[in-house]
C-alpha cells in the first residue's frame, strides 16, 4: 500500500541554525514529490517538487530537499532558519494517476529568537 | 495573476443543513481539485476534475457530499445534511492539468464550522 510519513509532528530549532524535515514514502513506482508549507491562517504554498530530473531540489527560500530512492526520502533541508519559517510543513507523493494523492500529516515547525 | 479562490471564506451552518462551497481555478487550470483538512485527520483528498469530468469520487467521505463542475471553470462542493464532523477546513487546488508532476497552486480555504 502506498503511504507518506513525516517522521516528526513538530520540529523546534534556534534562529540561523539548519533545518531538516524528514518524509518517507512507500510504493512500488516511481512517485512525484513535492514540499508544501501553510503559514498561520494562509493557504498551501508549493515549496518545491521533484519530477524524476535531478534528485537535489532546490525551491523557495532557501529550501531545498533531496531524492533518495534507496531510502525511499524526500527530506526537506535549509542552512539557516529564519524566524520566518515557521510554519507547518507538509510531504506530498503523487502518482501518475491524479487520484492518487496522498498528504503526510505534517510537521510543524518553531524557530527559537 | 489572480489566484484561486474560494467563496465563502467561513461558514456557520447549523447540523442538518445544506451548504455549498465554491471554488474559482486559475484560468486556464483544466484540472481541479478539492481537499479537507480537519484537526482529526490532516490534510485528506477528496476528489478531483480534468475538464468536467470526476474520475475517480471515491475520496467523497460520504454520500452526503457531492461536487460538480461546470464550463471547466468553477466547481462546487455541496454537503447535504452537514454533521458536526463536517467541521473542517475545505481547500481548492488547480493545474494545467491532472498529471502527476503537475504543481497545484492552492486556494485559502473556507472553514466550515456545524454547529
Known amino acids: 500500500a502506498q503511504s507518506v510519513t513525516q517522521l516528526d509532528s513538530h520540529v523546534s530549532v534556534s534562529e540561523g541554525t539548519p533545518v531538516l524535515l524528514r518524509c518517507n514514502y512507500s510504493?512500488?513506482?516511481?512517485?512525484?514529490l513535492f514540499w508544501y508549507v501553510q503559514h498561520p491562517n494562509k493557504g498551501l504554498q508549493l515549496l518545491l517538487k521533484?519530477?524524476?530530473?535531478?534528485?537535489l531540489v532546490k525551491g523557495i527560500n532557501g529550501f531545498e530537499a533531496e531524492f533518495k530512492k534507496s531510502e525511499t526520502s524526500f527530506h526537506l533541508t535549509k542552512p539557516s532558519a529564519h524566524m520566518s519559517d515557521a510554519a507547518e510543513y507538509f510531504c506530498v507523493v503523487m502518482w501518475s494517476s491524479a487520484s492518487k494523492i496522498i498528504f503526510g500529516s505534517g510537521t510543524r515547525l518553531s524557530i527559537r529568537p | 495573476g489572480a489566484g484561486v479562490s474560494q467563496s465563502p471564506s467561513n461558514k456557520v451552518t447549523e447540523k442538518g443543513k445544506d451548504v455549498e462551497l465554491r471554488c474559482d481555478p486559475i484560468?486556464?487550470?483544466?484540472?481541479l481539485y478539492w481537499y479537507r483538512q480537519s484537526l482529526g485527520q490532516g490534510l485528506e483528498f477528496l476528489i478531483y476534475f480534468q475538464g468536467n469530468s470526476a474520475p475517480d469520487k471515491s475520496g467523497l467521505p460520504s454520500d452526503r457530499f457531492s461536487a460538480e463542475r461546470t464550463g471547466g471553470s468553477v466547481s462546487t462542493l455541496t454537503i447535504q445534511r452537514t454533521q458536526q464532523e463536517d467541521s473542517a477546513v475545505y481547500l481548492c487546488?488547480?493545474?494545467?492539468?491532472?498529471?502527476?508532476?503537475?504543481?497545484?497552486?492552492f486556494g485559502p480555504g473556507t472553514r466550515l464550522l456545524v454547529l
Open positions: 484560468s486556464g487550470h483544466t484540472a
Open positions: 521533484y519530477t524524476s530530473a535531478a534528485t
Open positions: 487546488a488547480s493545474s494545467l492539468r491532472a498529471a502527476g508532476q503537475e504543481t497545484q497552486y
Open positions: 510504493s512500488s513506482y516511481s512517485p512525484s
